[in-house]
């Protein structure tokens, strides 16, 4: 079965701090996702990567970065939290075509 | 750009039929997904249509309409645990993404 793993179900942050969400996968797919989930709004893409130390902006980049130095690990990193970063946020790999796998998703709370 | 609507919330009865519409407005269309999400847990695929027409998976179909930028995802036999939280997603021309709407919340009652 195909894992997408995120490291944490539940962060409790404070106003400013720098946040790392992690996502590993162990399928070998090329590509990895993150978007964060709110009430009445979906999902909505924050950035996403094709390849190694490769990354492109989603919907709502602002805010956020990524890093993929390995192909199996997908970072999202909050550089300075703020409350109306308080979300879940889901990561999801795809090997390609219409397949896509969702991690159990993290639940962030900044105060 | 891409805009996708869906009710956020319905009610059904065990043992009944529900239809949960998605219309979609895309700058361009490679396949319509339906995933279900149970609280708290990630989602999971359900359907997947690129063609018109019916898509049929055991209690669970799917319809497009690429002309009227219309799906909808059809349950039958209601059970108590279908009761989650449906996402419709499309796959534009845009790479390997996914556009999600809203999600649309059922509750299955006795």
């Known amino acids: 079965d195909v894992k997408v793993t995120q490291s944490s179900r539940y962060l409790v942050k404070r106003t400013g701090e720098k946040v790392f969400l992690e996502c590993v996968q162990d399928m070998d797919h090329e590509n990895m996702f993150w978007y964060r989930q709110d009430p009445g709004l979906g999902l909505r893409l924050i950035y996403f990567?094709?390849?190694?130390?490769?990354?492109e902006k989603g919907d709502i980049p602002e805010g956020y970065s990524v890093s993929r130095e390995k192909k199996e690990r997908f970072s999202l990193i909050l550089e300075s939290a703020s409350t109306n970063q308080t979300s879940m946020y889901l990561c999801a790999s795809s090997p390609g075509g219409m397949v896509w796998y969702f991690g159990a998703g993290t639940r962030l709370s900044v105060l | 750009g891409q805009n996708i609507d869906q009710p956020t919330e319905m009610t059904a009865t065990e043992g009944a039929i529900v239809q949960i519409n998605c219309t979609y407005q895309?700058?361009?269309?490679?396949?319509l997904f339906w995933y279900q999400q149970h609280a708290g847990e990630a989602p999971t695929f359900l359907s997947y249509?690129?063609?018109?027409g019916l898509e049929e998976k055991g209690r669970f179909s799917s319809f497009l309409s690429r002309s009227k930028g219309y799906s909808y995802l059809l349950l039958k036999e209601l059970q108590m645990k279908d009761s989650a939280s449906y996402l419709c997603?499309?796959?534009?021309?845009?790479?390997?993404?996914?556009?999600f709407g809203g999600g649309t919340r059922l509750m299955v009652k006795p």
């Open positions: 895309t700058s361009g269309f490679n396949g």
């Open positions: 249509n690129v063609l018109d």
């Open positions: 990567s094709y390849d190694v130390k490769m990354k």
């Open positions: 997603a499309v796959k534009g021309n845009a790479g390997n993404m996914l556009t």
